[in-house]
T-cell receptor, first 114, second 114 residues
Framework: GENVEQHPSTLSVQEGDSAVIKCTYSDSASNYFPWYKQELGKRPQLIIDIRSNVGEKKDQRIAVTLNKTAKHFSLHITETQPEDSAVYFCAADDSGGGADGLTFGKGTHLIIQP | GAVVSQHPSRVICKSGTSVKIECRSLDFQATTMFWYRQFPKQSLMLMATSNEGSKATYEQGVEKDKFLINHASLTLSTLTVTSAHPEDSSFYIC??????????FGSGTRLTVV
């Protein structure tokens, strides 16, 4: 089955700086890669996703890059703000998003220092 | 956007009793429902996948007789934790999907078994 590795487990950055979280996956059939933000005790919130036919996607301060050959994808947050503090999870899916369930990384606790 | 309602949000039960968690897709028909479990400070782990009208598929290590899943309609799925024990205390989250349209998470249920 799929295995998703996520690094780092904790990331502390100064407010206004950029944050990068990296994930690798093992199943070359995976073709859908969402990123979720989860606050304590709440549901995961989808912040951005990318499909395997795209190398990069951007939405305001958030961007995701995908390298299919190397089987890794990254989340980039620019101009970080205190409200960006949360746990971020990457995930992978081989059904194009919706049929097989997601395999999650272990999560990254992002701390934005004021 | 797609909304998934999950109830109850919190439940405390005595060891040996059963607890039912309900998950409804409010504005779309979910092809598939997924149930995840999340222990404190850990990632989401897929427990089982269910399609309307058919038996659930359980992930390795998840006891199907302990975690009963019913997916009676395209908008409703239930997870029953039978004979709950303290080690079953966790955050349970459902996710509804239509193939190719991604996943929508419920708000989660915090189960505490005393």
């Amino acid at each position: 089955g799929e295995n998703v590795e996520q690094h780092p487990s904790t990331l502390s950055v100064q407010e206004g700086d950029s944050a990068v979280i990296k994930c690798t996956y093992s199943d070359s059939a995976s073709n859908y890669f969402p990123w979720y933000k989860q606050e304590l005790g709440k549901r995961p919130q989808l912040i951005i996703d990318i499909r395997s036919n795209v190398g990069e996607k951007k939405d305001q301060r958030i961007a995701v890059t995908l390298n299919k050959t190397a089987k890794h994808f990254s989340l980039h947050i620019t101009e970080t703000q205190p409200e960006d503090s949360a746990v971020y999870f990457c995930a992978a899916d081989d059904s194009g998003g919706g049929a097989d369930g997601l395999t999650f990384g272990k999560g990254t606790h992002l701390i934005i220092q004021p | 956007g797609a909304v998934v309602s999950q109830h109850p949000s919190r439940v405390i039960c005595k060891s040996g009793t059963s607890v039912k968690i309900e998950c409804r897709s409010l504005d779309f028909q979910a092809t598939t429902m997924f149930w995840y479990r999340q222990f404190p400070k850990q990632s989401l782990m897929l427990m089982a996948t269910s399609n309307e009208g058919s038996k659930a598929t359980y992930e390795q290590g998840v006891e199907k007789d302990k975690f009963l899943i019913n997916h009676a309609s395209l908008t409703l799925s239930t997870l029953t934790v039978t004979s709950a024990h303290p080690e079953d205390s966790s955050f349970y989250i459902c996710s509804a999907s239509r193939s190719g349209f991604g996943y929508t998470f419920g708000s989660g249920t915090r189960l505490t078994v005393v």
